[in-house]
């Protein structure tokens, strides 16, 4: 069925430093994955996606790729900077040919000046 | 352009009462999704409307509803409050005229039930 699998749940870096976050999935079905950045406060923002017939795509310092081999896609931030801090989730769509999302538990991002 | 709206931001009710909440999505978008989201659950996507018609269902119990307006706005009802629905509701708005595509979300209504 449709699972997704988040790690780390929590993340610390230094301001500047990279960060990493991966995601892994069951169902070979889903065709897009998005990733979604959540303030205190705030509804999920949407900060990039990938398609199953993409394996990479960029957008500045935040970059996304997909293995779909081995059913598993990562974001990567580079030059961190303390407002990047916030949780982030990964999603699985597509499957169902309707709008659903499934999430994984997402990543507490901590930046620290 | 104006994003995905909710009202209302925050409610309080009483165990057993019900509620209704409210979605505005983006001009021009069709498909209103509706998710919940709790500390120890996570996002658990509710329901799915398009052009008025409900096209896909989470596991939710049936006390929990929506339905959609001709000018795509969606509410979703919750009956029989039980404190374990206090959460954080979102929608999330997105043309769905095609599988995945890029959903926006609302600042949600927190509803705690005491």
């Known amino acids: 069925g449709e699972n997704v699998e988040q790690h780390p749940s929590t993340l610390s870096v230094q301001e500047g430093d990279s960060a990493v976050i991966k995601c892994t999935y069951s169902?070979?079905?889903?065709?897009?994955f998005p990733w979604y950045k959540q303030e205190l406060g705030k509804g999920p923002q949407l900060i990039i996606d990938?398609?199953?017939?993409?394996g990479e795509k960029k957008d500045q310092r935040i970059a996304v790729t997909l293995n779909k081999t081995a059913k598993h896609f990562s974001l990567h931030i580079t030059e961190t900077q303390p407002e990047d801090s916030a949780v982030y989730f990964c999603?699985?769509?597509?499957?169902?040919?309707?709008?659903?999302?499934?999430f994984g538990t997402g990543t507490r991002l901590l930046v620290s000046p | 352009k104006a994003g995905v709206t909710q009202t209302p931001r925050y409610l309080i009710k009483t165990r057993g009462q019900q509620v209704t909440l409210s979605c505005s999505p983006i001009?021009?978008?069709?498909?209103v999704s509706w998710y919940q989201q709790t500390p120890g659950q996570g996002l658990q996507f509710l329901f799915e409307y398009f052009s008025e018609t409900q096209r896909n269902k989470g596991n939710f119990p049936g006390r929990f509803s929506g339905r959609q307006f001709s000018n795509s706005r969606s509410e979703m009802n919750v009956s029989t409050l039980e404190l374990g629905d206090s959460a954080l509701y979102l929608c999330?708005?997105?043309?769905?005229?095609?599988?995945?595509?890029?959903?926006?979300f609302g600042q949600g209504t927190r509803l705690t039930v005491v």
């Open positions: 169902d070979s079905a889903s065709n897009y």
């Open positions: 990938i398609r199953s017939n993409v």
């Open positions: 999330a708005s997105s043309s769905g005229t095609a599988a995945g595509t890029e959903a926006f």
């Open positions: 001009s021009g978008h069709r498909s």
């Open positions: 999603a699985l769509g597509g499957n169902t040919g309707f709008q659903k999302l499934v």
